[in-house]
């Protein structure tokens, strides 16, 4: 063993990897011994990865490498383990009561052992190794649960070692990232496209991402942290890419020449057009979108296959059963569910009485009233975002932020009134989100105000209309954690609270 390496991973293959057939399982292990490399490397990780048929191992510096492992795609679980140069029984006997006995001790527990590999190199029986092992470790023990024990001992045995482990970290499962090729997704910043994202990643699908623009500088600030998260917890083994698209001029020829029922479904025609515009540049051979049937007015059957007829590219939806509240949770497990529950949704272009029945032929005519340069010249000036290398502290809006607190400013909390109450910037004043973006223009126009909020995207947004509005406004950068350092440095504010 390399003492540099001293922490050792057995990390299991998915089902649908271990399944396949021989040709087609080597090229995903391959993959997926790739994906683990870079994995370790980008959480700055020494390790190195071992294949064989049966298992990968990871042997790394590092007692954090499971947790990492066991988010890529292809992993079913990831156990830390022991291994030993032993295979007869009463050697694997004498070295899981070493390894186990203080883990067993005054808990019910059982063994667990299984061979793994060629079972005529393999001498020593699973049955006699549960057995004695057993019986070895009672003595320490509370007793033997074999349907719910408090600890389990597990024992791979193969030909020329034996590996002990009690932990399973569980894994995403799924298909190792860049399998399945490549996709396009239309992303919005929340819950739902970055749940799609996801998904499709499971599936081995990589990706790169188009955003289109309604909200600003401000919303694609939001969109670029909660698709960072995804780039850097899941996407290892790819690079992807964010193509965000100004669709201000788009969304204004809509609005100005359409009728108002038709915006949503030919808003989101549009945003498969911008999609299908970046596909072959991408080597895309698909687009994904977070749509989910029946969640909002434009994602009714009809309306959806209305809005698919605008490009002859497949569309995969793979949130189209889902509910609402299924999604929310799915988020919540990827890490994009706090940044997107802030995320602005931009509904600026929600009629009061939208079409939930577009047909194709009155689409079609409300169409030819636009100018397709439009969307094209879009499409060509939209501005790329490398994910994996862009840097956290450059996801900002220099000219609209600050990171202290002018004397003279008014500070606006954007925050629940119960986080406000935990603790606040002295004479802060406390609006709900909502709350501030309908009572702004009242506000005095002599002032200087800072906003902020728990992750500095309300109050970006905020702070950006009432920029528009000819008003001095800020938002300060980095939200609670970096007003909190702020308030420390000046003595207003405890280090413990830092933790918030």
């Not at 490549?182 to 919005?188: D, G, M, N």
């Not at 920029?467 to 504010?493: I, V, Y």
Request: glycine fraction near 8%; aromatic fraction near 6%.
């Amino acid at each position: 063993m390399d003492a540099s390496l001293p922490h050792a991973f057995l990390v299991r293959l998915s089902g649908e990897v271990s399944t396949k057939a021989r040709y087609t399982r080597g090229r995903f292990v391959k993959r997926l011994s790739d994906n683990l490399r870079d994995a370790l490397r980008a959480e700055g990780m020494t390790a190195r990865v071992r294949t064989t048929r049966e298992r990968i191992y990871v042997d790394s510096g590092s007692p954090d490498a499971g947790a990492v492992a066991a988010r890529v795609f292809g992993v079913q679980s990831v156990s830390p383990a022991v291994a030993r140069p032993v295979t007869a029984l009463a050697d694997v006997v004498a070295a899981g009561a070493e390894h186990f006995g203080e883990a067993v001790r005054g808990r019910r527990f059982a063994v667990r052992a299984r061979r793994v590999g060629d079972p005529t190199q393999i001498a020593t029986r699973s049955r006699a190794v549960e057995r004695d092992l057993g019986t070895a470790l009672l003595e320490h023990a509370a007793g033997v649960d074999l349907g719910n024990p408090e600890v389990t001992a597990h024992v791979e045995l193969m030909a020329d070692s034996t590996w002990f482990f009690g932990e399973r970290l569980p894994g995403p499962g799924g298909l190792p990232l860049g399998a399945e090729g490549r996709a396009v997704t239309l992303v919005s910043g929340g819950f739902d496209s970055a749940v799609a994202a996801w998904l499709l990643l499971r599936r081995g699908v990589a990706q790169h991402y188009a955003f289109c623009n309604l909200g600003g500088a401000s919303h694609q600030l939001g969109v670029l942290r909660v698709m960072k998260v995804i780039a850097d917890r899941w996407s290892y083994g790819t690079a992807p890419k964010l193509h965000a698209v100004d669709f201000e001029a788009v969304s204004r020829e809509l609005r100005e020449r359409t009728e108002t029922r038709y915006w949503q479904v030919i808003l989101k025609r549009q945003m498969l057009r911008a999609a299908q515009a970046l596909a072959p540049e991408l080597r895309a051979e698909a687009i994904v979108t977070g749509e989910a049937l029946g969640q909002v007015s434009s994602q009714t059957l009809t309306n959806l296959a209305t809005i698919s007829g605008a490009t002859d590219w497949p569309i995969l939806r793979p949130l189209v059963g889902f509910n609402k509240d299924e999604i929310i949770a799915r988020a919540e497990h990827v890490g994009t569910g706090p940044l997107s529950a802030v995320v602005d949704e931009y509904c600026a272009m929600v009629p009061r009485k939208p079409a939930t029945a577009a047909k194709p032929d009155a689409i079609a005519a409300e169409e030819e009233k636009l100018d397709p340069r439009v969307l094209e010249r879009a499409v060509a000036e939209r501005a790329v975002f490398d994910l994996r290398t862009l840097d956290p502290d450059r996801i900002s809006i220099p000219e609209l932020e600050v990171d202290t607190i002018p004397d003279d400013a008014g500070v606006i909390d954007l925050r629940s009134r119960a986080a406000f109450e935990s603790w606040h910037w002295p004479d802060a004043l406390q609006l709900d989100f909502d709350r501030a973006l309908a009572a702004y223009a009242s506000f005095d126009r002599d002032r200087t105000y800072v906003l902020v909020c728990e992750f500095g995207l309300k109050s970006a947004h905020l702070a950006e209309k009432m920029r528009e509005a000819g008003m001095q406004a800020w938002n300060f950068r980095g939200g609670l954690g970096a007003l909190l350092r702020h308030a420390e440095e000046k003595g207003l504010a405890d280090r413990s609270l830092l933790g918030l």
